[in-house]
């Protein structure tokens, strides 16, 4: 291959490795799976303090056990920590035994500490993340109840809560008899994502049937013909929301930008690019602090800054997109570009005890430094895909 690289440029990859290597093998996962679990009643915790004790919430998410049981799933599968495995079975066996609602299938959103259900409601973000969870626990468990419990999730996806309208509703009551059919940006963009994890995973096209039905969605709906955002938050008639269908998170461009990617190895990869290209280039232009560094929390369609906050998340999913990008086009300009983030990531939010700073003013000094365990999804998954580029382009300038 032809050399894309310059001596700094490989210099800079090779210390980027080793402080990913350092993070996530001796800060991030160590901590989570000690300190983001409930050894007394069970359970993942939603959010520590920046010393490591648990917050003081009386409730625990289905997206947090979710979240978690993808990060030490895929732990596990790139044998990341000594314990990955024991630890995704704990989480695995604790959603299934608190969070299942046995009556009307499903999911329950939310449960009390001690295990019980609280908020009974079926939430279609949580359920994606339990697709995306249980996808990655069965490619390191391969027991039938895990394949089930993917399968059942799915079906209750399609059946519950895709609307004749052509896309899903946000939420649902506990026996699926009211349901919200509002369309949301968000959910799609995860599902999306979990529907190409479960294919990867199963090798069942169904899933990537699923996957090619949510990209319709983005060109036909989520995305606006006129200036080509993504709103985040649509009526139950698939119009911008009369008060916040202007906001635009650039983050979620970035972020679609890198699924898209992941789909045009397996579809449509010309078209999936394209799309990808243009919601870069348009989160690039308008979501990026040119003067301080990192992505802003929320703009409007026509550009102006609407939140000048800059929440750890955005600032991942900018470092996914141009990983995505440089693996594709091998482009020195995109590593360039990705060591930079990756640089600012490690610089202003992620800490060496395997914590971070998670919410930034825009001069980027810090005024939230909780960890919510959301948050280890997103540091995780762009850390990898950062590793994977870096290296690619070692590889890539050997003879």
């Not at 997206?63 to 695995?92: M, W």
């Not at 348009?282 to 929390?297: E, F, P, S, T, Y």
């Not at 990756?342 to 914590?355: I, N, S, V």
């Amino acid at each position: 291959m032809t050399d894309v690289t310059t001596a700094g440029a490989l210099a800079a990859s090779d210390q980027l490795v080793g402080r990913i290597d350092t993070y996530v093998r001796g800060g991030m996962l160590p901590l989570w799976a000690t300190r983001g679990w409930d050894r007394e009643r069970g359970g993942c915790h939603e959010r520590l303090r920046a010393d490591h004790r648990p917050a003081d919430i009386a409730y625990r998410r289905l997206t947090v056990g979710a979240r978690q049981l993808f990060v030490f799933s895929r732990a596990a599968e790139l044998d990341l920590l000594a314990d990955a495995r024991t630890v995704a079975d704990r989480i695995f066996r604790y959603l299934v035994e608190h969070f299942r609602d046995e009556d009307h299938g499903g999911w329950f959103f939310t449960v009390g500490l001690t295990g019980e259900p609280l908020d009974r409601r079926k939430d279609l973000y949580a359920h994606n993340f339990v697709l995306l969870g249980l996808a990655h626990y069965a490619a390191i468990a391969r027991d039938r109840q895990a394949l089930g419990l993917l399968d059942h999730t799915r079906e209750v996806i399609q059946r519950r809560f895709l609307l004749p309208a052509g896309w899903y509703a946000a939420s649902a009551a506990p026996d699926w008899s009211v349901r919200n059919e509002a369309l949301l940006q968000n959910p799609h963009m995860h599902l999306f994502e979990a529907c190409l994890a479960a294919g990867r995973t199963t090798g069942d096209g169904t899933y990537w049937d699923d996957a090619r039905t949510v990209v319709g969605l983005l060109r036909s709906r989520l995305r606006d013909p006129a200036t080509g955002t993504i709103s985040e938050f649509r009526d139950a008639h698939g119009e911008p929301d009369p008060e916040h269908g202007h906001v635009v998170e650039p983050g979620h461009h970035f972020e679609w930008c890198w699924l898209l990617h992941q789909a045009a190895q397996i579809f449509e990869p010309e078209q999936c690019r394209d799309d990808a290209g243009r919601l870069f280039d348009w989160a690039l232009a308008h979501g990026i602090d040119r003067r301080h560094g990192g992505v802003l929390d929320q703009v409007g369609s026509d550009g102006r800054v609407i939140a000048d906050s800059k929440r750890i998340w955005p600032l991942t999913e900018y470092v996914k997109a141009r990983a995505a990008r440089f693996l594709h086009g091998r482009r020195p300009s995109e590593l360039d570009e990705l060591i930079t983030a990756l640089t600012l990531l490690f610089d202003a939010y992620l800490l060496p005890d395997g914590g971070w700073r998670e919410r930034l003013r825009r001069d980027l000094t810090c005024y939230d430094d909780e960890l919510p365990a959301t948050t280890c999804y997103h540091v995780m998954v762009a850390l990898l895909e950062a590793r994977a580029a870096l290296t690619m382009q070692g590889d890539a300038a050997s003879p």
